[in-house]
C-alpha cells in the first residue's frame, strides 16, 4: 500500500453555500446486468458503442483528481460504473486511493462478483461497501437485472464480505410499483439484526430510457408507512449534513432502514455531490445535460494547481437544484444515463 498523502484543506462553496465534499467516480460505463431501471437491454444491446478504452481515465488519473479534489475539501469518494468490478484490477485503485490522508472510500457495486473480490479490496483498504439488491426472489430479481445472475448470486457475495470484515454494508433497493414493492418488508427483516443497512430507493428520472412515470413511484411515505406496519420504526437524525437517506431505527433496538426520496421529498439543498464519469467528464448534478471534460487537461501537463483551479471554478460556479424544481418542462432536457454518471 503506498504511503499516506498529507494534504492542506481549502475548502469550496458552490453559488448556494453548499461545500465540496462528496466526489463519485466512475471506473466504467460497462456492467453485466441490464437493469430496466438504468440500462433497459433495447436501449444497451449487443450494438451499443461503449467507451473504448483511450477514452478511459488510468487510475494514475483517477488518483491525480481525487488527490486534488481532497485539498479542496471532499472528504469521501465512492467507486462506481456501470458495474466498478468489472474493471480489471480494481484493487490497485483501491490501494492507491486509500493511501490519502483522512479519504472515505466506498464502493457501490450490484454484488454479481463480490465473492471473487471482496478479500481482495478488504486487503487493498476499501472502506465501505453499498451493494444493490432490488428483490430476494430470483425470478423477480431477474426480470428486474434481465441478467443470468441471481439474487442468491448476490447474498453470496453479501456473505463473502462480511468474512472479509465489511461490518456495516449498506443495501439499496429501487422500489417500482407492481414489480418489487411487495418485497419491501421481506427484505428490511431479511437483514434486520444483522449491522446492515437497507435502503429504499425511489425509482428516479435519470437518463431517458428507463420508462419513468410517476405512477411507477412508490413514495418514501408509504414506503416507511408500510415498514412501520410490519415492524416498528422510529425517525433518526442524520449521521451528518447532506445525508441523502432519510433514517429511520426498529423501534427494538435491531438496526435501521433508509429512505431515499429524491422524487417525493428532494434534498438537493444541503447536496454535496460532484460527480466524475469515466470518460474525464465533471458533473455537477446527477441529472446534468452537458459535462465538463476534464480529460484534455488531465493529459495536457497541467499542473495540480491548474487543475485545482478548473474544479474549483466548476464548483463555484454550480447551482444545481434539479429534483427540487422537477417539472413536465425540466423532465425533457437532456441527461445523461445513470450507467455512465455513476448514480
Not at 90 to 115: H, P, Q, R, Y
Not at 170 to 191: H, M, Q, S, W, Y
Not at 203 to 218: C, E, I, P
Given at each position: ?174 422500489v417500482r410499483r407492481g414489480v418489487n ?68 431505527g426498529y423501534r427494538d433496538g435491531s438496526?435501521?432502514v433508509g429512505v431515499i426520496t429524491s ?81
Amino acid at each position: 500500500m503506498p504511503a499516506t498523502t498529507h494534504l492542506p484543506i481549502l475548502p469550496v462553496l458552490d453559488r448556494l453555500a453548499r461545500p465540496l465534499r462528496d466526489l463519485r467516480v466512475s471506473v466504467t460505463d460497462r456492467c453485466n446486468f441490464r437493469c430496466t431501471y438504468c440500462m433497459p437491454r433495447e436501449h444497451f444491446g449487443a450494438q451499443h458503442r461503449f467507451l473504448p478504452r483511450a477514452e478511459i481515465l488510468s487510475f494514475e488519473e483517477i488518483t491525480r483528481v481525487v488527490t486534488v479534489a481532497r485539498g479542496l475539501g471532499v472528504q469521501k469518494v465512492r467507486l462506481t460504473g456501470g458495474e466498478p468490478l468489472l474493471r480489471a484490477q480494481l484493487t490497485e485503485l483501491c490501494a492507491m486511493l486509500s493511501g490519502i490522508d483522512g479519504l472515505d472510500l466506498a464502493l457501490t457495486t450490484n454484488g454479481s462478483l463480490l465473492d471473487r473480490h471482496a478479500r481482495a479490496l478488504a486487503d487493498a483498504g476499501l472502506g465501505r461497501l453499498t451493494v444493490s439488491l432490488d428483490s430476494l426472489d430470483d425470478e423477480t430479481f431477474r426480470r428486474m437485472a434481465d441478467a443470468e445472475y441471481s439474487a442468491t448470486d448476490v447474498l453470496r457475495g453479501i456473505e463473502a464480505a462480511e468474512r472479509a470484515g465489511f461490518g456495516r454494508i449498506k443495501l439499496n433497493c429501487v422500489v417500482r410499483r407492481g414489480v418489487n414493492d411487495g418485497e419491501i418488508v421481506a427484505l428490511a427483516r431479511r437483514f434486520k439484526g444483522t449491522g446492515h443497512v437497507v435502503r429504499f430507493i425511489e425509482f428516479m428520472d435519470v437518463g431517458l430510457t428507463n420508462g419513468w412515470r410517476t405512477d411507477a413511484v412508490v413514495t418514501g411515505r408509504e414506503i416507511v408507512e408500510r415498514l412501520d406496519r410490519e415492524l416498528g420504526l422510529v425517525p433518526l437524525s442524520p449521521a451528518y449534513s447532506g445525508e441523502v437517506a432519510r433514517r429511520y431505527g426498529y423501534r427494538d433496538g435491531s438496526g435501521e432502514v433508509g429512505v431515499i426520496t429524491s422524487v417525493s421529498q428532494p434534498f438537493c439543498g444541503d447536496c454535496a455531490r460532484l460527480r466524475l464519469a469515466a470518460d474525464g467528464k465533471l458533473y455537477t448534478c446527477l441529472f446534468s445535460a452537458d459535462g465538463h471534460d476534464l480529460r484534455p487537461t488531465l493529459r495536457s501537463g497541467a499542473s495540480d494547481e491548474a487543475l485545482a483551479d478548473y474544479i474549483q471554478g466548476l464548483w463555484r460556479a454550480r447551482e444545481d437544484r434539479y429534483s427540487e424544481l422537477r417539472s413536465a418542462r425540466t423532465r425533457g432536457l437532456p441527461r445523461p444515463e445513470m450507467s455512465y454518471v455513476g448514480g
